[in-house]
């Protein structure tokens, strides 16, 4: 139960007052004689929707949508259930209701709330505890009993105590399974009646409704509820589960005692807060620090440990976060976790993570925008939960709730100079350190990230401390104005930390292409640089599209070496390339690690952007473009984490290379994300995607360019899946109309659009309309394609659907059976379409 979806319901004409829980943005679940009286129904509705503790409070006004009032006051003996629609949304927590149907032999504890009618309106109003024991013998008839543990005061005029409390949604194990409907005075006050919820889920037209405008995700599904159920998530699967691949350690990692002393001191020390929402540290400073790698060592002990989940979620990008508790979901076999819909199973986690007594840990990632992420940061009611999250920023909105920003520093001497002798050990380079170690710490500044690379570079080279040192001095003298600390914009905080990582950099990347035989080395870093820094797929490696750039665009050999290039470069030479910058710490390649095989830190890869020559970049932006839309699946629902990271990487891409990916047309690529963006029924981050799309189409294209109408049509389609009809109407009849007047009533995408707008029709309930489109677009597609090609089969099972929701049953049930007849016939039986 969610105080922000209670609902406080008065009427007029009759008079009266009764309880009401959102179920839907404008969707509100009672019970029917709240709205209906005296063998009448009430003439004006208004719906309080919100709690004042809980946030913010809307009234709205509201109509009976369910049972239909055009069909007349149903009689005194039907459920005792109604559907209110709302005038105008009302904002809520978006997470899908999740159904119930009680069983077993052992009574199971209820909750709920409801809202006295004798409540102080001046005071907002005060919902009561409906709180107690539902005998579960009483579940076998249609009215249950409720034992009440509390019940209201009795001394309001003599009022009954739980007088408006009609209609409030009765919860067991957060499934709701019934609604409040009458109090029992013999009993002394101390019963309630309900209705089972799984009656009004099998009755015409309240199914409908339900899986239609109820919030992202909701389905009609019944879960069955035993006195078994803790509520805490033990339907799920049994741990240890571990979504997401946690990073491996480093060779020589510094397990940095005196940081995780202080870490897990401030999570001992927080007191009171500890009991109501989760222990939090942020782990924060600039990039090559160590955060990820300190990070990982929780999260590694934790597996060792047998915590019952670990979730490491790359947090640069919140789609990645989405993606990656979709997944925790669907492995601790969450009720209603589909993989249909990332984001309501996404909060489908974070509501078994608010309230399980499981230990868990969830690591977000480097993250670069706090805003966006804050609605998915975990939350532990039980304090058997920890979040450790890592960032390069410094913002107040990481900060609060109980979250302690911890900042990391670069290693002390100490640990510095012991992770070099760990590391030169570990390969039998020990005598490579000399009495110059301790000078070229210091110069690399006691930085992780430039002492990985130095490391490498030493244990490749066989260079002593002494001789790294002398060409490391070298390359910052011509390093200080190439990158001057003004260079520093993306906030690393430490005036020379680019210059250390940029000076490493080119000095092992000097040190691969000497080690080089094919001349690939550098594209290949510089492709990799410009994607997600949290990994790729390896599969990107063995694309035509990669491989024939890397054919005509490697480094030149010297003359007098004797290897050179093949006519074609293979995949077996692309991965020679990226093991030879993994040894040199350029990046890191480990198939272990899919779909994030391939991964650069990001200060490597900005370094390396800035050294691309302007001439490159536009054919290393087509080829990598070319490359993610190759591997991309092709239904991403199979594929829903190599999906997110092709979308990662495709946003990375946009980001680092400008304008290229727009010319001269738009790169297929663009659209491919956020088409994927809407397969997933990521409704919310599908909107922003194409509302960017459409507003770059018209700076770029033009607003009649082809691709711009692509864009506003995706833009409509993304409004209709997040409920906001009227405004996908509004741009789809728009979008209709200028593809009639540019390309013509017959052209396939004039078809399209007006399919498009027959589904926002349909959704509308503006079904009449609906019917008229899509029996012209059905007409159009046999005339032009053939009555066998899969659009106009599609366009037949379309307008079959509207058919149904009109009523015309029989007219429905003949085209969907000849739309089966054809696909088995043209399709096979086991096709996806079938």
Known sequence: MEAQRLAWIRTKNPGGSGSGYLIGPQLVLTALHVVRSDGRWAQQVEVRVGHPRFGDVVQRRAEVCWPDPRQGVPAADALDVALLWLETPAAATDSPVRWGQPGGVVPLPFSGAGLPAFADEALRGDFEDLRGKLPVVSTASSSWVLNCDVWPDLGHDGQRPWAGASGAAIFCHDRLVGVAVEDNKVMGWRRLHAVPIYEALSLPGFADLVTRHGHPGTTTTMDDVTAKDTGEGQDAAVGPVEAGPVPALATAFQPRSDLRERIDAAWADNGSVVLAQEMTRVLSGGGGVGKTQLAASYATDAVRDG??????????????????????????????????????????????????????????????????????????????????????????????????????DVYTATESDAYLRQRLAAEDMGHLLDDRTTKLTEALGHLPLGLGMAAAHMINEELTSAEYLRLFTDQRRRLEKLMPATADTEGYHRPTQATQIAAALLLSLEAAQAADTTGLATTTLRLTALLDPAGHPHALWNTPALLNHLTTHYTPLPPDDTATPPAQVTAEQTHSALRLLHRYALLTCDTRAEPRAVSIHALTARATREAIPATEMPLLTTAAADGLLQIWPEVDQHHADQAGVLRANTGALSDHTGNHLWHPNGHPVLYRAGNSFLDAGLAASATTYWQNMVAGCERLLGADHPNTLSARGNLAASYRQAGRTGEAIAIEEQVLADRERLLGADHPSTLSARGNLAASYWQAGRTGEAIGLLEQVVADRERLLGTDHPNTLTARANLATSYWQAGRTGEAIDLVEQVVADRERLLGADHPDT
């Open 307 to 408: 915590t019952d989940l670990v979730v490491w979620a790359p947090a640069a990008d919140v789609q990645q976060v989405i993606t990656r508790y979709a997944q925790a979901a669907a492995l601790l076999k969450l009720p209603g976790a589909s993989g249909q819909d990332l984001e309501a199973d996404a909060h489908l986690l974070l509501r078994w993570l608010r309230t399980t007594r499981r230990r868990w840990l969830v690591v977000l990632d480097d993250i670069t925008d706090p805003g966006t992420i804050d609605p998915l940061w975990p939350v532990s009611q039980t304090g058997t939960g920890r979040v450790l999250a890592t960032t390069r920023r410094r913002d107040a909105r990481l900060t609060g709730n109980g979250r302690i920003r911890v900042d990391i």
